[in-house]
């Protein structure tokens, strides 16, 4: 019996891996098979998900268990599913353009065919011999033929794959299982090839192990590519004449360093191009965005030192500012308080938005000149900007980050 050992440990720290520079690997483009540029992560995303499974899969399967006397169904399954991994993992090395390390042969049991010019280097035939194994064995036994280095004839194909002593036996007792292939172009119509399960499970080994390779080579290009951000300064405000050319700059530069960001500059961007209609509000709306401007330079200073690790309540002001809370101990805000996003969301639901809104009237007025008919009257997305200047000030009133954290000035307060 026969069982292969794979440390579920290496596709962990792929996974890790990918996972620590997770920025930069949602944006990741590489040449894909039709020649486009194509974004890696649903790949990428696909090709762990599968390692996980197949390394489980196949450590769990038993080769050889005695069951199958006549055709090594078992073995079909382990090298098809076998296949599968090879196949992610040279994808992931394609993905990320990278080289498999350089390998001593592997398949000691393979025969050439001596009227074949054989162009392939070591590696590469180890690659094409197992693909052969595999389609011979059970992707296409009724016509392999596109493997011409090993093959006998033009195509070959397989009418029995058996374990060695089965019902068909190999005299080699070295050979652990005899593929039996016909063909119409030589005085041997029956050939009997013998495989090694030990090379089979070796050459997986080297696929599977060469993550760590690609691993480390992966951190070692996506900390180059954070060098190279880091000493590319990113504007401050001062350098621009208008506050917005600095926002968009800074969005800018998030699609290029973090795109997760992107969404909330443009909040801001949205915040600030806006024209408040009463006049009353003017100077609490000023206010609140000087407070947004503080807060900026948190992401500012991510983006520019590209640490994205929010270590610092300083670093969650933003959310926090775009996103206000109530802070009176009443169950009963948190719903509509969720709600009333809708009238920012371009598929948000206008009209429950304003219902929702209206429950809350007699929190935002205390803050801000807001009343129900405004509700009628008012851009939704005035409507929306108004209820969080109105809760950036009922913050100022408690103890919490806002209030701990924004300067104790009046252009703040």
């Not at 080699?172 to 005085?187: F, G, R, W």
Request: glycine share 2%; hydrophobic share 35%.
């Amino acid at each position: 019996m026969y069982k292969i050992d794979l440390n579920p440990d290496v596709a962990t720290y792929f996974r890790n891996t990918i996972n620590e520079y997770i920025n930069l690997s949602m944006k990741h483009e590489y040449k894909h098979r039709n020649k486009k540029l194509e974004n890696s992560w649903n790949s990428i995303c696909s090709i762990m998900d599968r390692i996980d499974d197949l390394v489980y899969y196949l450590n769990q399967k038993e080769l050889n268990n005695g069951l199958w006397k006549n055709c090594a169904f078992d073995f079909f399954e382990f090298i098809e599913q076998a296949g599968v991994l090879v196949s992610c993992i040279d994808d992931a090395f394609a993905i990320y353009n990278v080289q498999f390390p350089h390998h001593n042969v592997i398949f000691k049991s393979k025969k050439l065919n001596p009227n074949v010019t054989i162009t392939k280097n070591t590696c590469e035939l180890d690659d094409s011999y197992f693909m052969y194994i595999r389609s011979l064995s059970s992707v296409h036994p009724s016509d392999t033929s596109h493997h011409k280095e090993f093959q006998e004839a033009d195509f070959e194909v397989s009418p029995y794959v058996v374990w060695n002593k089965g019902v068909l036996t190999l005299n080699n007792p070295n050979a652990d299982l005899v593929l039996v292939s016909y063909n119409n172009e030589t005085s041997d119509f029956l050939t009997n090839k013998g495989v090694i399960i030990d090379e089979i499970f070796n050459y997986i080994k080297y696929k599977y192990y060469s993550l760590n390779y690609l691993s480390k080579k992966i951190a070692i290009h996506y900390k180059q590519i954070i060098a190279n951000f880091r000493l590319s300064k990113i504007k401050k405000s001062p350098e621009f004449g208008d506050y917005v050319k600095y926002l968009n700059n800074l969005k800018e530069e998030a699609l290029k360093r973090n795109p997760d960001m992107e969404c909330e500059i443009q909040e801001f961007i949205d915040i600030f191009n806006l024209k408040i209609t009463n006049k009353n509000n003017e100077i609490k709306f000023e206010k609140y965005k000087n407070a947004l401007k503080y807060a900026i330079q948190s992401f500012h200073r991510q983006l520019q030192n590209m640490d994205f690790n929010c270590r610092s309540p300083f670093d969650r002001l933003i959310g926090e500012l775009l996103l206000g809370e109530i802070y009176f101990k009443d169950d009963n805000y948190h719903y509509p308080l969720s709600k009333i996003l809708y009238l920012k969301d371009a598929t948000g639901d206008k009209n429950f938005g304003l219902s929702m809104y209206k429950c809350l009237l007699g929190v935002f007025e205390k803050y801000v000149d807001v009343s129900e008919e405004d509700l009628y009257q008012l851009d939704y997305y005035e409507l929306y900007v108004l209820s969080q200047i109105a809760l950036y000030f009922h913050a100022l009133d408690y103890d919490n980050d806002i209030s701990r954290y924004i300067p104790s000035q009046d252009m703040y307060r």
